[in-house]
């Protein structure tokens, strides 16, 4: 199997399992307990704590465990606005995760938020004057997703939160698919908060953290004992804090000499494949794009019966986001970034690791123009 979807989830890294390993067997304790199991637990999560911090250049203290990227986002954009001292208005981009899009959507309906949707190009890049000219005394908070699930176009972070910083504006960034290809140094981006989830790192599904800056205020949406500060009520999951902490760690390790050279091969994979498959369109900005993510359309196709095809070759990729599959409706990504709706429905993604290789992704590329000939050919006849 080649597989080809790891913007979706990616395998456990061996160096992780061992990680954990003690933490499931003998030092399963609450590190909410006042005794020896317990404190030893307790050290355990603060040391994890300590490596999510020194990868974003944070104190500790501000490092939030949480179940993963989707729970993060929640957590960011509800708390900050429930808890802002300012007015009742947030501003995202039109292509955010639908964690972001519909904790928007719920505070507009249950708490009187007004929501202001920002428009992307058409390779999804997000203009700063738009933002500038958007922001009002009333903006409660601005969130923008770091780089897109789905066609991977990475956004001017720090120009955004610059903006926002200027007039005392939270801003926050989904980082999730970043983490591991870009620089996470949240001074150096600017932001207030920011989302990573372990299963994009090699650590297990159900991971995640948010880094929240001290002087932000939050009101947690999940109570009870009061962990994480009070600001994320629930017993720790100590062995996902370790892993998240342990892949982040190594994600950053390897990142400088793993992102060019995966770039490199995405970069010979775009070519192939738009030589192999006439007609074919690269989406998302050429340039300003993640590391390992190279997206298409495929005109005169579906998606969906290209995925079906090159399954059959043991090639497997995705049609966009995997919190989305299953809908029959066209990506909001795609159409907001002007694809009409029956080219947005023939998209499909590729996403590399660090181990894909070379051959991989040639035989890829043979297999798509395979793939593409042969459903047009079945739309002809």
Same mark, same amino acid.
């Given at each position: 199997?080649?597989?080809?979807?790891?913007?979706?989830?990616?395998?456990?890294?061996?160096?992780?399992?061992?990680?954990?390993?003690?933490?499931?067997?003998?030092? $399963?304790?609450?590190?909410?307990?006042?005794?020896?199991?317990?404190?030893?637990?307790?050290?355990?999560?603060?040391?994890?704590?300590?490596?999510?911090?020194?990868?974003?250049?944070?104190?500790?203290?501000?490092?939030? $465990?949480? +179940?993963?990227?989707?729970?993060?986002?929640n957590l960011a954009v509800k708390g900050i606005a429930l808890a802002a001292p300012r007015g009742r208005h947030l501003i995202v981009s039109a292509i955010e995760h639908e964690a972001v899009l519909e904790s928007c959507d719920y505070l507009r309906r249950f708490h009187g938020f007004a929501v202001t949707l920002l428009p992307v190009d058409a390779q999804g890049l997000f203009d700063p004057a738009e933002l500038?000219?958007?922001?009002? =005394?009333?903006?409660?908070?601005?969130?923008?997703?770091?780089?897109?699930?789905?066609?991977?176009?990475?956004?001017?972070?720090?120009?955004? +939160?610059?903006?926002?910083?200027?007039?005392?504006?939270?801003?926050?960034?989904?980082?999730?698919?970043?983490?591991?290809?870009? *620089?996470?140094?949240?001074?150096?981006? #600017?932001?207030?908060?920011?989302?990573?989830?372990?299963?994009?790192?090699?650590?297990?599904?159900?991971?995640?953290?948010?880094?929240?800056?001290?002087?932000? *205020?939050?009101?947690?949406?999940?109570?009870? #004992?009061?962990?994480?500060?009070?600001?994320?009520?629930?017993?720790?999951?100590?062995?996902?804090?370790?892993?998240?902490?342990?892949?982040?760690?190594?994600?950053?390790?390897?990142?400088?000499?793993?992102? *060019?050279?995966?770039?490199?091969?995405?970069?010979?994979?775009?070519?192939?494949?738009?030589?192999?498959? =006439?007609?074919?369109?690269?989406?998302?900005?050429?340039?300003?794009?993640?590391? #390992?993510?190279?997206?298409?359309? $495929?005109?005169?196709?579906?998606?969906?019966?290209?995925?079906?095809?090159?399954?059959?070759?043991?090639?497997?990729?995705?049609?966009?986001?995997?919190?989305?599959? #299953?809908?029959?409706?066209?990506? *909001?990504?795609?159409?907001?970034?002007?694809?009409?709706?029956?080219?947005?429905?023939?998209?499909?993604?590729?996403?590399?690791?660090?181990?894909?290789?070379?051959?991989?992704? +040639?035989?890829?590329?043979?297999?798509?123009?395979?793939?593409?000939?042969?459903?047009?050919?079945?739309?002809?006849?």
């Open positions: 199997m080649i597989y080809l979807d790891n913007a979706a989830t990616t395998p456990v890294r061996r160096e992780v399992l061992e990680a954990i390993w003690p933490v499931l067997t003998t030092g $399963f304790g609450n590190p909410s307990s006042h005794h020896q199991v317990g404190e030893a637990a307790a050290a355990a999560l603060a040391d994890a704590r300590a490596t999510v911090a020194a990868v974003l250049g944070c104190r500790p203290a501000e490092v939030l $465990f949480t +179940s993963g990227g989707t729970e993060s986002d500038a000219r958007a922001l009002t =005394p009333a903006t409660t908070l601005v969130s923008v997703q770091y780089a897109n699930n789905e066609v991977g176009t990475v956004q001017p972070i720090r120009d955004l +939160s610059a903006l926002t910083g200027a007039q005392g504006v939270p801003f926050h960034t989904d980082a999730v698919q970043a983490a591991g290809w870009l *620089p996470l140094s949240v001074a150096g981006l #600017g932001v207030d908060a920011l989302s990573i989830s372990g299963h994009k790192l090699g650590a297990p599904q159900g991971t995640g953290a948010l880094f929240l800056r001290r002087r932000v *205020p939050i009101e947690p949406v999940q109570h009870g #004992g009061g962990q994480e500060r009070g600001n994320r009520s629930g017993t720790e999951n100590l062995a996902g804090a370790v892993a998240l902490a342990t892949a982040l760690r190594l994600a950053e390790t390897e990142r400088e000499s793993n992102a *060019p050279r995966v770039a490199d091969l995405r970069d010979a994979f775009i070519a192939a494949v738009l030589a192999a498959a =006439p007609g074919a369109r690269l989406t998302g900005h050429p340039l300003q794009r993640l590391p #390992g993510t190279a997206s298409f359309v $495929f005109p005169g196709t579906s998606g969906e019966a290209v995925l079906l095809e090159l399954e059959g070759h043991g090639i497997v990729c995705s049609s966009g986001s995997a919190c989305a599959a #299953g809908s029959d409706e066209p990506s *909001p990504t795609l159409t907001a970034m002007g694809l009409p709706a029956e080219v947005a429905q023939t998209a499909v993604r590729f996403t590399l690791s660090s181990s894909t290789t070379g051959a991989e992704l +040639s035989e890829t590329a043979r297999a798509v123009g395979l793939a593409v000939a042969t459903i047009r050919g079945l739309g002809r006849r």
